[in-house]
C-alpha cells in the first residue's frame, strides 16, 4: 500500500496553476486601494438660522472618485462577485441602471480590465452616458425603464457574462453591520457633535440598498435614531411600504436614480420608520436651494432627501423638540446641467418650481412651513 501511494506521489508534476486565484488577489487589492483613499467622505453642518435647535448634516457622497453614493455600492458588487468565483479574468459584465451605478461600475471594470455593458433608459442624462463611455463601458439603451431588467438578463445569457444587478444584490453586498459602510461612517463622524446620536436619518431609494444598510445597523447598535426614507412621484416604494404589497408596481420616477416600477429585492420596508411622498417639483426646488446655499451644484435625488429632511425638521420644530437630522449629498447636479438646471426643460415637462423653492427659502430663513406642505405625509 505504501508503494503504491508513493509512486502515485512520485508521478505527480506539481499543482496545477490557479491563475483566476491570481487575478483575483490582485483585483481584490486594487479595491481595497480604492476603498483606503475615498470611503470616509465629508459631513457638512450647513447652519439654517430658520431651523432653530436642529441641526442638519449631509453626508457627501459627490466627493467620490465617481461622483456618486454608488461609488461604495458598485465596490461592493465587484468585491462580492469576485469573492462568490462568479467575476474572473475577462468575465463580461452586465447591469440596468439609471446612470449612476453604471459610472461607478464603469470605472471598476476599468480599473480591472473588464468589459462593461450598462442597460438603461434613454432618457439618462448625456453627462452620465459620456462617463461611462469615457471609462471604456458600453450603453445599451431601453425606451421604457421596466425594461431594463429583462434586457439585462437577456444580454448576459447572450455574452455568458455577469449580471452584477444592483436592485437585488446592493442589500447582499454591503456589509450591514459595519466594515466602513456608509452608516457606521455616518455615526463615527456625528461623534463629538451637539447632538450625536441623530434623530432621524433622511434617505431616498433607488434600489433600497443604502437604507437598507443604515436601517440595519441602526438595529444593530440599538440607536435611537430613527430612518425617514423619501420617495418620490411614480415610483412602487412608498405605496408597497404603506400597503404592505411588496408586488405594486408604479409607472416610474422622473428623478433620476431614486424611485423604481416596481419593488426592488434590496429594499427592506422592515427597517424603515417612515416613509413619505415628495412631489417632483418640491425634489427640484429643493435641489436648487440647496445648491445656493453650498455654493455648488447638487443632483435631483439630493433634493429629494433634502426636502424631506426639512419636512422632518418642521414637524420636529412644531412638537419643541430639539437634535440632529442627516441625509446625504448624492451626487454633483453637473450631471443635470441640460435637465434639472435648464429653466426650458423644466417649462417643458411641466415642472413649475417657483412655489416650492419660496417656501423652502422661507422656512430655511423663518422656521415657517407653511403652503399646504403639511398635506405630505
Request: proline content about 4%.
Amino acid at each position: 500500500m505504501a508503494d503504491h501511494t508513493t509512486s502515485r506521489l512520485q508521478g505527480l508534476t506539481g499543482l496545477p496553476e490557479c491563475r483566476n486565484r491570481d487575478w483575483a488577489r490582485r483585483a481584490i487589492a486594487l479595491l481595497e486601494g480604492d476603498g483606503r483613499r475615498s470611503a470616509d467622505t465629508h459631513l457638512v453642518n450647513p447652519v439654517f438660522k430658520g431651523l432653530k435647535g436642529i441641526s442638519v448634516y449631509l453626508k457627501d457622497e459627490s466627493t467620490h472618485p465617481t461622483g456618486s453614493l454608488k461609488h461604495r455600492l458598485a465596490r461592493s458588487l465587484f468585491l462580492y462577485g469576485i469573492c462568490n468565483g462568479r467575476i474572473g479574468q475577462g468575465t463580461k459584465l452586465i447591469e440596468a441602471s439609471s446612470g449612476s451605478t453604471a459610472v461607478s461600475e464603469a470605472y471598476f471594470a476599468h480599473l480591472l480590465d473588464l468589459p462593461f455593458i450598462a442597460v438603461m433608459p434613454r432618457s439618462t442624462s448625456t453627462a452620465k452616458i459620456e462617463a461611462i463611455e469615457r471609462f471604456g463601458g458600453r450603453c445599451h439603451f431601453v425606451d421604457h425603464a421596466g425594461e431594463v431588467y429583462e434586457t439585462a438578463d437577456r444580454l448576459t445569457t447572450e455574452t455568458g457574462g455577469h449580471y452584477l444587478d444592483q436592485f437585488t444584490n446592493a442589500e447582499r453586498a454591503t456589509d450591514w453591520r459595519g466594515n466602513n459602510n456608509i452608516a457606521e461612517s455616518i455615526f463615527a463622524q456625528m461623534r463629538g457633535e451637539a447632538h450625536p446620536v441623530p434623530e432621524w436619518v433622511v434617505m431616498s431609494a433607488g434600489t433600497g440598498g443604502t437604507s437598507a444598510t443604515i436601517g440595519r445597523y441602526i438595529r444593530y447598535k440599538n440607536l435611537a435614531t430613527r430612518l425617514c426614507v423619501v420617495d418620490v412621484e411614480g415610483s412602487a416604494f412608498y405605496p408597497a411600504w404603506c400597503e404592505g404589497d411588496l408586488d405594486v408596481t408604479a409607472p416610474g420616477s422622473r428623478i433620476e436614480g431614486i424611485g423604481r416600477p416596481r419593488v426592488e429585492p434590496s429594499f427592506i420596508p422592515g427597517v424603515i420608520d417612515h416613509m413619505i411622498r415628495v412631489p417632483d417639483a418640491a425634489s427640484i426646488a429643493a435641489m436648487h436651494v440647496l445648491s445656493d446655499r453650498l455654493f455648488r451644484r447638487v443632483g435631483g435625488s439630493t433634493g429629494t432627501n433634502f426636502f424631506g429632511l426639512l419636512w422632518v425638521a418642521a414637524n420636529m420644530m412644531h412638537e419643541g423638540r430639539e437634535g440632529s437630522l442627516v441625509t446625504l449629498v448624492c451626487d454633483s447636479g453637473d450631471r443635470y446641467a441640460q435637465t434639472y438646471y435648464n429653466p426650458d426643460w423644466l417649462a417643458a415637462n411641466g415642472f413649475d418650481i417657483a412655489p416650492w423653492r419660496a417656501m423652502i427659502e422661507r422656512f430655511l430663513d423663518s422656521g415657517d412651513w407653511s403652503n399646504g406642505a403639511n398635506e405630505i405625509r
